[in-house]
Antibody, heavy 120, light 107 residues
Framework: EVQLLESGGGLVQPGGSLRLSCAASGFTFSSYVMSWVRQAPGKGLEWVSSISGSGSTSYYADSVKGRFTISRDNSKNTLSLQVNSLRADDTAVYYC?????????????WGQGTLVTVSS | DIQMTQSPSTLSASVGDRVTITCRASQSISSWVAWYQQKPGKAPKLLIYKASSLESGVPSRFSGSGSGTEFTLTISSLQPDDFATYYCQQYNDFSPTFGQGTKVEIK
């Protein structure tokens, strides 16, 4: 059974940083692109970032480029998102998701999400 | 970026109704579209991929169609469990984008 479990969210001041993590199990982690998708309170879904199975290639939404860094540790089946220079509009539930293939695609499994609140 | 324009934003329907949600892409994306269902406080759930392929375990009352720039999600006979918000997503390039969502409410 595929399981994705996010952690690391919390309350942070504007300009601050957090590191989000996602523990994956139930599939061959290194074979799949992994993604982060976020959802601001009461709003729709926004793709944030994706990373190739090997970790050698990453992709970012323009809204987070230069501030967020996606990474993965295939030896520990863990996906991470380092979020820096946080702004109020980064407040959202951040979902870890498994893409269906070895290329950026649709997400067939999602975690339960971790809430990041940016506020002073 | 490819924009996905979803309509309507809200839809009021009754159990047993046939429901159709539309998504238009700002440029041709072949059949690279997925549809998700999301209930309050829950993660999205994949329903349809590659425009018309039904995800395993999803009831057959859900169907998808379209190619190019226009896509539809149809629920043939709305059930009480189907009241939720639905999103389309394009994955034609390395910058996936979602539609704004359609909330299906009880009439």
């Amino acid at each position: 059974e595929v399981q994705l479990l996010e952690s690391g969210g919390g309350l942070v001041q504007p300009g601050g940083s957090l590191r989000l993590s996602c523990a994956a199990s139930g599939f061959t982690f290194s074979s799949y692109v992994m993604s982060w998708v976020r959802q601001a309170p009461g709003k729709g879904l926004e793709w944030v970032s994706s990373i190739s199975g090997s970790g050698s290639t990453s992709y970012y939404a323009d809204s987070v480029k230069g501030r967020f860094t996606i990474s993965r540790d295939n030896s520990k089946n863990t996906l991470s998102l380092q979020v820096n220079s946080l702004r109020a509009d980064d407040t959202a539930v951040y979902y870890c998701a498994k893409d269906d293939s070895s290329s950026v695609a649709f997400c067939d499994y999602w975690g339960q999400g971790t809430l990041v609140t940016v506020s002073s | 970026d490819i924009q996905m324009t979803q309509s309507p934003s809200t839809l009021s329907a009754s159990v047993g109704d046939r429901v159709t949600i539309t998504c238009r892409a700002s440029q041709s994306i072949s059949s690279w579209v997925a549809w998700y269902q999301q209930k309050p406080g829950k993660a999205p759930k994949l329903l349809i991929y590659k425009a018309s392929s039904l995800e395993s375990g999803v009831p057959s009352r859900f169907s998808g169609s379209g190619s190019g720039t226009e896509f539809t999600l149809t629920i043939s006979s709305l059930q009480p469990d189907d009241f939720a918000t639905y999103y389309c997503q394009q994955y034609n390039d390395f910058s996936p984008t979602f539609g704004q969502g359609t909330k299906v409410e009880i009439k």
